[in-house]
């Protein structure tokens, strides 16, 4: 069993930065895929960026590609995503989601944190 508990979300203004974790409990953190969704209002959860288990590996939606980063500190039990060039469509509820190893199914998710980008 893995529980997920994610901060960093806020309210920020567009071209700002913010940075979220995820902070994971449950061992063998390593031997999970960590990914970033996002949900905004009345539109369907979404993929953001995930990064392997293994941690070589890191893929982004394009329409975040260039501005947000994902990385992991397995010693910490923490994933990050750090969003740059923020704008005001990148508003939402972040989520935070783990998957074991190369499962297809993301099986753990976090209660999520609001990112709120103004114009």
């Known amino acids: 069993q893995v529980q997920l508990v994610e901060s960093g979300g806020g309210l920020v203004q567009a071209g700002g930065s913010l940075r979220l974790s995820c902070a994971a409990s449950g061992r063998a953190f390593s031997s999970y895929t960590m990914g970033w969704f996002l949900q905004a209002p009345g539109k369907e959860r979404e993929f953001v960026a995930a990064?392997?288990?293994?941690?070589?590996?890191?893929i982004y939606a394009d329409s975040v590609k260039g501005r947000f980063t994902i990385s992991r500190d397995n010693a910490k039990n923490t994933v990050y995503l750090q969003m740059n060039s923020l704008k005001p469509e990148d508003t939402a509820v972040y989520y935070c989601?783990?998957?074991?190893?190369?499962?297809?199914?993301?099986?753990?998710w976090g209660q999520g944190t609001q990112v709120t980008v103004s114009s």
């Open positions: 989601a783990a998957r074991f190893k190369d499962s297809p199914k993301y099986d753990y």
């Open positions: 990064i392997r288990w293994s941690g070589g590996g890191r």
